[in-house]
């Protein structure tokens, strides 16, 4: 009895430390799974970063630690410019490689206790603890961007070296509520990809304003073709060696129904986050095309310039319909000019290199638009089939100090040394006018002459019976050959 006794305790006893041992490690397993379930919760499973939740809590626990220390937090809302190209062009497998190899770049180029996260897509984030001053944002802001211009050596793509670039939006102080401060970040910058991309700006209030009004004409935009509230005026651009026009920009209008006339410098940027950019800018050219054509029926021999917009240049279909406008209203292409600004040509130069030589073959003329403002480099001229420069209205409008002359005059010089036509923009004086002449400038276009205007005011101007002070009225309604 007592040996069973004894038996039954040794076995209840061992009974007992299995049931214990393995209770541990069911629990150790179910703290392991736990853990590692967290961790994909609140990580991105491609770069292995903190992803959009962690990224909250962070900024949360950032902000709340901020408030009671007197110390504050930047948000750095960094979007890869043309991510979508490098996957359509080079496969998704490139695109996560370029994902991962980003995502090791800026952990690599931050302070220790900084985060960096991806919000998802190509759409990354640095939290950073300050105080910062706003020469303190920059500094980071340009260091990140000067990481990621660097190029990229991809095992998977043919290419040897891949190159990008972001647009950094940056948000900084306390907010109440973390969405707040990614949101305004983000807001940054989407004002950063407007103003070309491939640069960094800061969030101000005054933005929101801007937005809010910009999302009001994305929704009214939605009926516009409907009712035919766009319009398109043009203004002449005057040989100033006979003081005939020579060729009419075409420029775009919207008859927004509650507001008025909507300008194209509010109207373009709304247009360009969409493919309606490309539905417009073809109508525009269709349009600026018929009307050109029936005026050179008229007898008014002049050509027509169209601005091309960004969205447009990296669309391959702009060559088709350019070829089909031309076919359509039966006019050269010859007479035809489409204006790029130079700060496009610093975006994907080789595609709109490719882009504008496609064009250039058909036989239509190519001109720099703005140029002096794009920051590019000379020789980027060289690269692309240009044939006509525009100097931008600022250098004419500064004529009247010394360095303004000089820059003007320098223009002119290097147009006129690349074998391109040169055109000033924006002329409102004699006394401008009288300067460009002496400079050797080709042709100009601006207020002094005629503003932009319906085609039926501007058929008065080449009949000479609405004379303009900078040209001369023309006796003979034949323009030019
Ligand atoms: P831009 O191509 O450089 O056109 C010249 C702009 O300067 C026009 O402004 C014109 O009205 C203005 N201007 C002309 N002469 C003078 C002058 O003597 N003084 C002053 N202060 N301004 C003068 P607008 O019509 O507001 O157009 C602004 C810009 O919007 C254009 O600049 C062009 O880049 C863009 N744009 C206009 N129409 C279109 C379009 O159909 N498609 C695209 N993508 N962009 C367009
Ligand atoms: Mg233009
Ligand atoms: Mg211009």
Known sequence: ???GALLLTILLTSLLHLLIASRRSALELVEERTAELRHQALHDSLTGLPNRLLVDQRVYQFLGRAGSEGRSIAVFFIDLDDFKRVNDTLGHGTGDELLRAVAARLSATVRDFDTVGRLGGHEFVVLSEGPFSEEGL???????????????????????????????GIASGLRDYPEELLRDADTAMYRAKAMGKNCHVIFAQEMHEVVKRQMALERDLADVFANREFFIVYQP??????????????????????????????????????????D??????????????????LGYRVGISVNVAARQLRHDVLIDHVRETLGAASLDASYLTLEVTESMLM????TTAQCLTALSDLGVHIAIDDFGTGYSSISYLREFPADILKIDQSFVAHLDTSDGTSFLDALIQLGKSLGLLTIAEGIEQMSQLKHLKQEGCDWAQGYLFAKPLPAEKLEQIFNGCLPTEGMIPSADPCLSS
Do not use: Y
Not at 246 to 266: F, I, K, Q, S
Not at 347 to 350: C, F, G, L, P
């Open 138 to 168: 920059n500094l980071v802001a340009e260091r990140l961007l000067t990481v990621l211009r660097e190029p990229f050596r991809l095992g998977h793509t043919t290419m040897s070296h891949l190159s990008i670039s972001a647009s950094i």
């Open 1 to 3: 009895m007592l040996l």
């Open 347 to 350: 975006i994907d130069s080789v």
């Open 280 to 297: 417009v800018g073809r109508s525009v050219l269709m349009e600026a095309c018929r009307q050109v054509k029936a005026w050179h029926d």
């Open 237 to 278: 651009i005057v040989d100033l060696e006979t003081g005939l026009p020579r060729d009419v920009e075409a420029l775009l209008r919207w008859r927004h129904p509650g507001r008025g006339v909507v300008g194209p410098v509010e109207l373009i940027p709304v247009l360009e986050t969409s493919d309606l950019m490309i």
